[in-house]
Each structure stands twice: as structure tokens, then as C-alpha cells.
Nanobody, 115 residues
Framework: QVQLVESGGGLVQPGGSLRLSCVGS????????MGWYRQAPGKQRELVAT???????NYADSVKGRFTISRVTAKNMVYLQMNSLKPEDTAVYYC?????????WGQGTQVTVSS
């Protein structure tokens, strides 16, 4: 069984920064792709960023230049550094990990950007 555990969410003012962390419970294999998605109230879950085992990253246009994804591959850990946060970044952020045809999800961590 695979578990992903996120941490680092919270309340931040516009223009502020947060760093999200996620760790996978298994160490006997490496996820080829890990990433972050988010879901705002009343909206569908959307991609924020992904990163491959080789370090190739992909970002949603709305976060390019503000967010940075990174990973510690050997430990199945992934991070999301979020800078210049905007109120529209408010959402529940989910860690994801892909293995073959399966995608695993964390429980989500709330990020609220408000003054």
C-alpha cells in the first residue's frame, strides 16, 4: 500500500511564500513522476506542477515563475516552493505520485492566501 503525506499548508498574506512537502511511505521503488495538484471550492482539480525521475518539470501557466517543484528521488519526497502567492492560489493542494498506470494521492493540505 502506498501513502503520501503532505505538510506545509496554512494561511499566508498575498505576496507571501509557503513550502509544501510530501513524502511517500514506500522506499522499495521510486515513482517515475511526482507532482502537485490543487482544487479550489467549486472547481475541478487542476495540475500545478510535476517532476520526473530525471528532474524534468512541468508547470501550469498560472504558476510559472512563482512556484518551483523539486524532489529527493531516492526518498520519494517532493516539494513545492510557492512565492508571490495570490488569493487565487487558495485551494487544497494534493501530492500525487504515478507508478505505471496508477496514480496515488495524498490527503491534501489547505493553502489560504488572504489579507
Amino acid at each position: 500500500q502506498v501513502q503520501l503525506v503532505e505538510s506545509g499548508g496554512g494561511l499566508v498574506q498575498p505576496g507571501g511564500s509557503l513550502r509544501l512537502s510530501c513524502v511517500g511511505s514506500r522506499s522499495d521503488f521510486i515513482f517515475p513522476v511526482m507532482g502537485w495538484y490543487r482544487q479550489a471550492p467549486g472547481k475541478q482539480r487542476e495540475l500545478v506542477a510535476t517532476i520526473t525521475i530525471g528532474g524534468v518539470s512541468n508547470y501550469a501557466d498560472s504558476v510559472k515563475g512563482r512556484f518551483t517543484i523539486s524532489r529527493v528521488t531516492a526518498k520519494n519526497m517532493v516539494y513545492l516552493q510557492m512565492n508571490s502567492l495570490k488569493p487565487e492560489d487558495t485551494a487544497v493542494y494534493y501530492c500525487s505520485a504515478r507508478l505505471s498506470t496508477q496514480t496515488f494521492w495524498g490527503q491534501g493540505t489547505q493553502v489560504t492566501v488572504s489579507s
